[in-house]
């Protein structure tokens, strides 16, 4: 059973010439098994809170504290916020030319996992883990992420989501540039993790289409850098109806 | 990474071949006046730490020891410098760096690589200096004979002060390689010209891998002794703190159908460490259906380094197969950083796959496995010299 439990985090965004305040005290607790949606319109903050977990260099917290089963977790660097079980999967994952999708995943399997994993048993898991996302055998030795579409970033993403899996994961608008097939097969694979690791799972998306393939138990709204609105499935369909009009201090918003 | 894959604002056509690219040669050291490094030739070398190479240095016997390996038929032998050998490869000395080596020795090594000879172990002339303080100059002729198939390994390590010539002769549909593997110490300066005559249906790949040396220059020039002629440049280096590499290319397309393929890529690491690749490939007139292709990477991997890296392709003729060129300089990107380290993948190891990942490329084109092993070796070493 783990825990990552966020608290007031307060978070600015750097660039070279300002400082911004974009998430204004977040308070959310995911467990492992549970299914956190975030929703909430462009703009809103919903990446910062990805990216600041995932420890970004360009994102800056102010306040607040972030832990994992009791672990500072804004403490750690980056590679330790992975292999301490916490995982991103990313709205537009980076091309690494020269690395092989094979070596960049073998690396960080042993990273994570503490050792080098079995050579047979690896190569069958990897092997098993890319048929169940659509990813043909040539992908292996492609450059990690080079030249690949939108949706094959996104499957990659899931793939090692499988091949890593952390106690908890968070995904960033994985479904979005995704067609209707590209997206059952993501959210199998996302839905598959869950049963077999009993990971908790934070779902950020701007659209409630992919909710009807992986199910939240809970469901929050986040505008203007902090949840606004917690509740169950439900308020996704309120959402889907509406819009987030009700939250964007009366503005209509882009949906 | 920024990249700027560059054809069509590449061509740069002109009547006339500019001339201070590629001057007319002379064995004349007279002919050759001191540089003053205002010289395009010369412009981005540090002139002073040349050690007088370029003036008047005098040149001694036994700064650097050479044994060799050769399985037959191939053979290694000393010739006179006056024998016709020397002049069969067309090369002749356009700096006066070049035009010294060539006039300080009394003899060449010979490489000998009879017709169709097939070679299934490379040939190993290795070169050891026994210090710096004394100049020393060198000349290799390596020649193979047509339809011969081999692979030719120039070896250098140790401390020393070098001025040297190779020249290498590929007769008509030979498949040959040379490897030229430097790997001095840091008190090392080496100005190494090369030269390739490529017979009609040659093959050749050549490839200079530079490590070590506080100062190291090597011109490769390539001439086409009839159609059909096809060359493979391949380059690496790693520059350190304070080290300076300059590599140049000269690819003179002299006749119909032949190509030409130009692949260099440095990373650069500490204060002062510091490349320069210049890159020439002129098409004459005659040189219809030419192909060819150059192209620089650099990876800046700290701050102050610095890389330059100039394309040059002169084209004198409309009718070609294609003619393109591109150079990128990049820094270590802090996304693709990010995005490793995000996979639990410490930054150390991270870094490493990134500019083993680099480099991939190039080994696996030159594809020699005992060289191969060994600059892999050496770019592992590289990276933990500053706890990448």
């Known amino acids: ?255 | 990474m920024t990249q700027a894959p560059n054809v069509s604002g590449a061509l740069e056509t002109s009547d006339r071949v500019a001339s201070h690219l590629h001057p007319e040669g002379s064995f004349d050291v007279a002919d050759h006046p001191v540089p003053s490094g205002k010289e395009e030739w010369w412009r981005f070398t540090p002139m002073r730490r040349l050690r007088g190479l370029q003036t008047d240095a005098p040149f001694a016997a036994g700064g650097c020891t050479v044994t060799v390996q050769a399985p037959a038929p191939a053979t290694v032998s000393q010739v006179s410098i006056d024998d016709p050998v020397t002049r069969e490869s067309g090369f002749a000395p356009t700096e006066r760096v070049s035009a010294r080596a060539w006039n300080a020795v009394d003899e060449a090594t010979l490489v000998d690589i009879p017709a169709e000879a097939e070679l299934d172990q490379p040939i190993y002339l290795r070169h050891t200096g026994n210090g710096s303080d004394v100049a020393t100059a060198g000349h290799a002729v390596i020649r193979a004979g047509r339809h011969s198939k081999a692979t030719v390994v120039l070896e250098f390590s140790g401390s020393a002060t070098v001025a040297d010539t190779v020249q290498v002769i590929a007769g008509d549909g030979a498949q040959l390689t040379v490897v030229a593997m430097l790997e001095w110490a840091d008190d090392a300066v080496h100005h190494s010209a090369q030269h390739i005559k490529v017979g009609r249906d040659a093959k050749v790949k050549h490839a200079v891998l530079t490590f070590g040396g506080d100062l190291v220059r090597v011109p490769v020039s390539v001439d086409y002794d009839g159609p059909g002629g096809d060359v493979e440049l391949l380059g690496l280096y790693y520059a350190d703190e304070g080290q300076y590499l300059e590599h140049r290319i000269f690819v003179d397309h002299a006749k119909p159908n032949c190509k030409s393929d130009a692949l260099y890529k440095g990373a650069l690491q500490g204060k002062g460490a510091r490349t320069v690749w210049v890159g020439d490939v002129l098409i004459r007139k005659a040189a219809e259906g030419t192909e060819t292709y150059e192209m620089n990477r650099n990876l800046l991997l700290t701050e102050g380094a610095r890389a330059d890296s100039v394309p040059n392709l002169e084209i004198e003729t409309g009718e070609i197969a294609g003619a393109g060129h591109a150079s990128a300089t990049g820094r270590f990107d802090d996304e693709q950083l990010f995005y490793l380290l995000s996979r639990g993948i410490p930054e150390p190891v991270a870094r490493r796959l990134v500019v083993r990942g680099f480099f991939g490329e190039i080994l696996l084109r030159l594809g020699v496995p005992d060289v191969v092993e060994r600059a892999s070796a050496i770019i592992e070493r590289e990276l933990a010299v500053t706890g990448n």
Do not use: C
């Open chain 1, 1 to 255: 059973m783990a825990t990552l439990d966020i608290r007031d985090l307060h978070v600015d965004v750097v660039t070279e010439t300002e400082s911004k305040e974009i998430l204004k005290g977040v308070d959310l607790t995911v467990s492992s098994g549970e299914t956190h949606a975030i929703m909430g319109p462009n703009g809103s903050g919903k990446s910062t809170l990805a990216y600041s977990l995932a420890g970004h260099p360009k994102y800056q917290v102010t306040s607040g504290s972030v832990t994992l089963d009791g672990e500072d977790v804004l403490a750690m660097s980056v590679d330790e916020r992975a292999r301490a079980g916490l995982f991103l999967a990313m709205q537009y994952p980076v091309e690494v030319p020269g690395v092989s999708m094979s070596n960049f995943l073998r690396t960080a399997a042993t990273a994570v996992r503490g050792e080098a994993p079995a050579i047979r048993t690896w190569v069958k898991e990897v092997k098993q883990a890319m048929k169940d996302l659509d990813i043909t055998e040539e992908f292996a030795d492609r450059s990690v992420n080079e030249g690949f579409s939108g949706g094959e970033k996104k499957r990659h993403e899931i793939l090692q989501l499988e091949l890593l899996k952390p106690k908890i994961a968070v995904l960033d608008e994985t479904d979005s540039g995704l067609d209707v097939d590209a997206l059952r097969v993501v959210s199998d694979g996302v839905n598959k993790y869950k049963a077999d690791s009993d990971g908790g799972v934070l779902l950020i998306t701007h659209y409630t289409r992919i909710l009807r393939y992986i199910h939240p138990d809970k469901v929050h709204v986040f505008a203007g850098g902090k949840i606004v609105e917690s509740g169950g499935p439900e308020l996704a369909e309120e959402l889907e109806n509406n819009g987030y009009l009700r939250f964007t201090s009366g503005k209509p918003a882009a949906v």
